[in-house]
T-cell receptor, first 112, second 115 residues
């Protein structure tokens, strides 16, 4: 079956530090992979996506590469800001009607 | 930029009461979804809807739940007789047909509290 595993949080970093949030998946077929971000009190916002192996999604300085050989889609950012503090969700979609499977979410706290 | 909207943002209800959660998907989208997130837990799929019928539903989506697209813009989730364990954040999402169909856009959510 399909599932997503994310690293446990919270992750606490100082401003300008390097960020990695690990995400691995199991899936049948060829899923698309996503990162969504949830800022305090708000809904889920699409951060980036990759639809096939070796694709790199990027947005707002965040990147993630779809690695089929390691079944991973780790989120990275070279220099985090306080405004990046949020909960980050890794997700996959794997069938024609696009049912999403979410990871448990990783809370990121960035301190000035 | 077009966005999915949901109303109300918060709803408090008594156990056993019916609630209707409303969503307005992005206007040219044809696939619609409901998810829920119980506090501290994963976001879970409830149901998908396409061409005026349910495409897929999870085991959570039992007879107490129903969805409807009553007009050309709204998409609703009804819980007929709420239970304490229905307390959660409910997210509506939509996606387009054709290129980009795999991406879902989520609304801000409705926080439901059942007392």
């Amino acid at each position: 079956g399909n599932s997503v595993t994310q690293m446990e949080g919270p992750v606490t970093l100082s401003e300008e530090a390097f960020l990695t949030i690990n995400c691995t998946y199991t899936a049948t077929g060829y899923p698309s992979l996503f990162w969504y971000v949830q800022y305090p009190g708000e809904g889920l916002q699409l951060l980036l996506k990759a639809t096939k192996a070796d694709d790199k999604g990027s947005n707002k300085g965040f990147e993630a590469t779809y690695r089929k050989e390691t079944t991973s889609f780790h989120l990275e950012k070279g220099s985090v800001q306080v405004s990046d503090s949020a909960v980050y969700f890794c997700a996959l979609s794997g069938n024609n009607f696009n049912k999403f499977y979410f990871g448990s979410g990783t809370k990121l706290n960035v301190k000035p | 930029e077009p966005e999915v909207t949901q109303t109300p943002s918060h709803q408090v209800t008594q156990m056993g009461q019916e609630v209707i959660l409303r969503c307005v998907p992005i206007s040219n989208h044809l696939y619609f979804y409901w998810y829920r997130q119980i506090l501290g837990q994963k976001v879970e799929f409830l149901v998908s809807f396409y061409n005026n019928e349910i495409s897929e539903k999870s085991e959570i989506f039992d007879d107490q739940f129903s969805v409807e697209r009553p007009d050309g813009s709204n998409f609703t989730l009804k819980i007929r007789s709420t239970k304490l364990e229905d307390s959660a954040m409910y997210f509506c999402a939509s996606s387009e047909e054709g290129q980009g169909w795999e991406t879902q856009y989520f609304g801000p959510g409705t926080r439901l509290l059942v007392l």
